[in-house]
């Protein structure tokens, strides 16, 4: 069984930064790719960025410059910096991977940009 926990969530400032962490367990043999999506209220899940094992990484548009995903392959942990944060960035975030050639999510951990 593989889980997957995010942490690093919480109430910030426009402008400010969070850093979110996952961290995959279990009976872990493989890990090809892990990301984050999020999830605003009355949106679809849209992904934010992804990091494959070999390091290379995809962003979209709206937080290039801004977010920064990295990985500890050793950890088998995916980290997401978020700087300069809007408000327009409040949302659920979730940790993706794929793991075993399955994919599993988090349970998700609540941004929320706001003065």
């Known amino acids: 069984q593989v889980q997957l926990v995010e942490s690093g969530g919480g109430l910030v400032q426009p402008g400010g930064s969070l850093r979110l962490s996952c961290a995959a367990s279990g009976s872990i043999f493989s890990i090809y790719a892990m990301g984050w999506y999020r999830q605003a209220p009355g949106k679809q899940r849209e992904l934010v960025a992804a990091i494959a094992r070999g390091g290379s990484t995809n962003y979209v548009d709206s937080v290039k410059g801004r977010f920064t995903i990295s990985g500890d392959n050793a950890k088998n942990t995916v980290y997401l910096q978020m700087n300069s944060l809007k408000p327009e960035d409040t949302a659920v975030y979730y940790c993706?991977?794929?793991?075993?050639?399955?994919?599993?999510w988090g349970k998700g951990t609540l941004v929320t940009v706001s003065s």
């Open positions: 993706n991977a794929g793991i075993n050639g399955m994919h599993y």
